[in-house]
């Protein structure tokens, strides 16, 4: 079993799809040596040999996700157009300066590339021998365009990752007009629209007299021309004003990259209302980014969104807020979105709590309530614990207690077993097994992986596909998972620091300062009813309600009935 399961590590590390055969055999080998006497936990040592092929994997699979992220080595190459060339001498990826340019696309030989035959050949050759070569000298080709006779010079550069085959990267001097850029142009110099062709000529590196036979006017029209430009961008050469124009061009290139890089609104795909994300810098330096939902001027709400990120409501139970004057403050926290993530090794724990109390300090927020999603109990009772006297009530939806038996992570579905009891018993190895998780989750599509995790929950099921419930968690989890971002390192640390921390004392400690609502669906994966007994059992001062048709997601689907609970408590 112990071989079996090394070879499933690997397989997975090659390709995530093969995820659930590694948790079906890991949980084979494991089960038996964490069930200690009478039911207790246990602490598992693994050899350090085991150890090392984890870590292996993970180096694999850290390759992989790189690899499958080639459009990164172009991602600072913006006005210039640019491409990389594979093993087979086609292009693996294009920028859009290349495609506006030079007319290529990924996937095309570059035999396909629109300059003189003998200039191609020559191109081609140098990219062959770059190829095969261990030296990793630059080389400079000197090209003529087909279509205009304008003469290009491409850069070439070897680029070698690990063991990965060299690919070469090839750097024209053809630069790209970025859209609106001619507007930006006139805008700050007031210039004339011919003024403004005669600028972008230059960067183009045609000469007065090319730019005077393709615009049909005289040289010394042309001369006249680029005198006033000169005189109005207080330039002294076509140098300088080249020079000018393409630090510009950076500027619009920066302002167009951050836009399409970094998601400045929550944005659903049909109803949801898009939210701006909005950023604190906190005392220590670090960016906090947040989400208003429901009405932005109304009575505040604090809501914490479980380590999956679902920082948006339903778009109904958002207007339903809004409607009754609730203000809905999501905290992004550290190491999702774009907020900072917290130094390697150092717990999020009160740091946490200390984040949310700045936030809300300079939102001028005094008393509110809390409502969590599943183990954000944690957090909501951190704050509580370190901030007295500012919450009015917690509203645990979908949430889970400290658990203390080993049969309370066997009860669980496998998915979340897998997770949760990694987290408890085998903590060196939870940070593969997270990200492995999430580059699964990237592969499938949110739709599929969401259906594998709570597949066992019929309810929970049923409740994603709810148009708007499946808008809302796909939309709000892109803070934690996106297409270019992935929060696994802050998703494993939070989960490490609540499986691995008794913090029963922050439950009791809530007994008298808080009420504490706790709203629990019977078809929970993660606590299932027995282990929900339980906990009903050991802190019968806690206000339990149970919803037969509910899952987790018990907050997605009875909103209507929780938002009145809540607004006693604004």
């Known amino acids: 079993m112990r071989d079996e399961v090394i070879d499933r590590l690997y397989e997975v590390a ?72 594979g093993g ?64 290009v010079i491409f850069q070439l550069q070897t680029l070698r990752k690990d063991d990965a085959p060299p690919l070469i990267i090839a750097v024209s001097s053809e630069v790209s007009w970025p859209e609106g850029f001619g507007a930006l142009l006139t805008s700050a110099f007031s210039l004339t629209g011919a003024e403004v062709e005669i600028v972008r000529a230059l960067t183009q590196c045609l000469s007065l007299r090319e730019i ?45 990259d951050i836009a399409t890089t970094v998601q400045a609104h929550s944005t659903g795909t049909k109803d949801l209302v898009s939210r701006p994300f909005h950023a604190i810098t906190l005392r220590d330096g670090r960016k906090m980014e947040y ?17 999956y990120g679902l920082v948006r409501w339903p778009a109904s139970a958002e207007a339903e807020a809004a409607r009754r004057g609730i203000k809905i403050i999501v905290p992004i926290r550290p190491g999702y979105g774009n907020s900072t993530p917290l130094p390697k090794k150092q717990p999020p724990d009160e740091i946490i709590a200390n984040d949310l109390n700045e936030l809300l300090t300079h939102l001028e927020v005094g008393n509110f309530p ?67 998780g999430f580059s699964l989750a990237r592969r499938l599509g949110k739709r599929k992986f969401v259906h594998a995790v709570f597949g066992t929950s019929p309810a929970d099921v049923a409740t994603f596909e709810n148009p708007e419930v499946y808008e ?65 059992a050991k802190h019968p001062w806690i206000n339990f309600t149970d919803y037969g048709d509910c899952g987790q997601l018990v907050l997605f689907k009875k909103w209507p009935e929780i938002i009145p609970m809540i607004e006693k408590f604004l």
């Open 14 to 85: 090659m390709d995530p799809t093969r995820y659930e055969d590694l948790l079906d055999h890991w949980e084979s080998m494991i089960r038996p040596l964490r069930i200690g006497a009478n039911g207790t936990l246990v602490n598992l040592d693994l050899d350090a040999e085991y150890v090392s092929h984890f870590s292996r994997a993970d180096k694999f699979l850290e390759k992989l996700d790189d690899n499958s992220a080639q459009v990164n080595h172009l991602a600072h190459v913006d006005k210039s157009a640019a491409f990389l060339i």
């Open 88 to 151: 087979d001498l086609r292009l693996v990826d294009v920028n859009k300066a290349a495609k506006d340019v030079l007319k290529v696309q990924k996937g095309e030989k570059l035999a396909d590339l629109s300059i003189e035959p003998a200039d191609l050949r020559e191109l081609e050759k140098q990219t062959a021998k770059m190829l095969m070569s261990n030296q990793d000298q630059p080389a400079i080709i000197r090209a003529r365009l087909l279509d205009s006779q304008r003469l």
């Open 212 to 256: 005077a036979e393709a615009r049909e006017r005289s040289i010394d029209t042309i001369r006249a021309q680029l005198k006033s430009v000169l005189s109005k961008t207080e330039t002294r050469t076509q140098t300088e004003l080249v020079r000018l124009a393409l630090s510009m061009m950076d500027i619009t290139s920066y302002t167009q």
């Open 291 to 307: 989400l208003i939902l429901g009405d932005q001027t109304g009575k505040p709400l604090v809501f914490m969104p479980q380590d």
């Open 370 to 436: 809390i409502v969590t999603l599943g183990a954000d109990i944690y957090y909501a009772l951190d704050f509580n614990r370190v901030y007295p006297d500012r919450v009015t009530a917690v509203f645990v939806t979908g949430g889970h207690f400290p658990l203390e038996t080993s049969a309370q992570y066997e009860r669980m579905a496998k998915w979340h077993r897998f997770i949760l009891a990694s987290a408890r018993y085998t903590p060196h190895l939870l940070p593969f097994m997270v990200k492995a």
């Open 472 to 536: 809302a968690m796909v939309c709000g989890s892109e803070v934690c998972l996106s297409e270019t971002h992935s929060s696994h390192n802050a998703f494993a640390s939070e989960v490490l620091l609540q499986e691995r921390t008794d913090w029963s004392h922050l439950i009791e400690g809530a007994r008298d300062t808080v009420p504490l609502f706790c709203l629990s669906g019977l078809q929970d994966p993660q606590v299932p009813k027995e282990t929900l007994r339980e906990f009903q």
